[in-house]
């Protein structure tokens, strides 16, 4: 009988954390993980497990808490909770190979931050003068350098 598959090729690889740290001496604490979406970046993304309680009572081993340190994409985000440590794609580097893997070689770039300020459309500027200068009001060229007040631009300026 011939076995066919439906859909897409499913994006998981591996096992999940807690399955990984399950094996280990003292739930893995100490030891680097990463996950398998990270391997398409060209920085270097990874966990260093620092507290890990899987849920014992779970016999698929998909439960549990686990706390790390961060880096994702070249930057250390100092220590979080690992909320998707459920997912089947979690992989553990060899003690050997850790330091070698744990070498930032490329930093992820910083957002530029948004402008505060655009300048007035050009025929809306032309036609601003004109109508100032036929009321006798001298135009300032401060009045067409307009605030930027966006919900989009006001959500990033808050990260």
């Known amino acids: 009988m011939v076995t066919r598959f439906v859909g897409r090729e499913p994006i998981f690889r591996g096992k999940t954390l807690y399955e990984l ?8 604490e100490g030891r680097v993980v ?6 398409n970046f060209p920085e270097t993304s990874y966990y260093r497990l620092t507290n890990v309680q899987p849920d014992m009572s779970d016999p698929t081993r998909q ?5 790390a340190e961060k880096v994702y994409r070249g930057q250390e985000l100092g220590m979080s909770r690992i909320d998707v440590g459920y997912k089947f794609d ?6 050997e190979d850790e330091a070698e893997f744990c070498k930032i070689t490329a930093v992820l770039p910083k957002k530029e931050k948004p402008p505060k300020h655009f300048d007035c459309p050009p025929l809306l500027e032309l036609l601003t003068r ?3 200068k ?8 401060d009045l067409f350098r307009l605030a930027l007040h966006s919900k989009t631009h006001s ?5």
């Open 130 to 132: 004109t109508d100032m």
């Open 134 to 141: 036929k009321m006798g009001e001298s135009p300032s060229s």
């Open 34 to 39: 990463y996950r398998h979406i990270y391997v």
């Open 155 to 159: 959500k990033l300026k808050n990260h």
């Open 63 to 67: 439960a549990g808490t686990a706390w």
């Open 21 to 28: 740290c399950c094996n280990l001496k003292n739930f893995g």
């Open 90 to 95: 979690w992989f553990m580097v060899p003690k």
